[in-house]
């Protein structure tokens, strides 16, 4: 069984940063892909950064926000910079992954880590 674990989530002040962790547990054969997602009023991409180095972020946070991934370690970062009220939200880390070799991936997530940005 795939476990995914979040971390990292508090309250800031606007202006402030965060820093997410997220680290995969069980029986992974490969990581394709890890990404930030969040959930405020609906569902909303963050960061996705791939197995061969590929980073893409929504714009909203482009410039702001890094993520960066180990996939050896299974564990993937999102160094959130700047954050502003908008960025509030509850953030989950999800993985497309393979538990067998030669199998297609599917995805997983995790529980979500709450993140508060206000004065």
């Known amino acids: 069984q795939v476990r995914l674990s979040e971390s990292g989530g508090d309250w800031v002040p606007p202006g402030g940063s965060l820093s997410l962790s997220c680290t995969a547990s069980?029986?992974?054969?490969?990581?394709?892909?890890m990404s930030w997602y969040r959930r405020g009023p609906g569902r909303e991409f963050v960061a996705t950064v791939t197995?061969?180095?590929?980073?893409k972020y929504a714009e909203s946070v482009e410039g702001r926000f890094f993520i960066s991934g180990n996939f050896a370690e299974r564990t993937v970062t999102l160094q959130m910079n700047n954050l502003m009220p908008e960025d509030t939200g509850r953030y989950y880390c999800?993985?497309?992954?393979?538990?067998?070799?030669?199998?297609?991936?599917?995805?997983?997530w995790g529980q979500g880590t709450q993140v508060t940005v206000s004065s």
């Open positions: 999800g993985m497309s992954l393979r538990t067998r070799a030669f199998t297609p991936a599917d995805n997983h």
């Open positions: 069980g029986k992974i054969a490969s990581i394709a892909s």
């Open positions: 197995s061969t180095g590929i980073t």
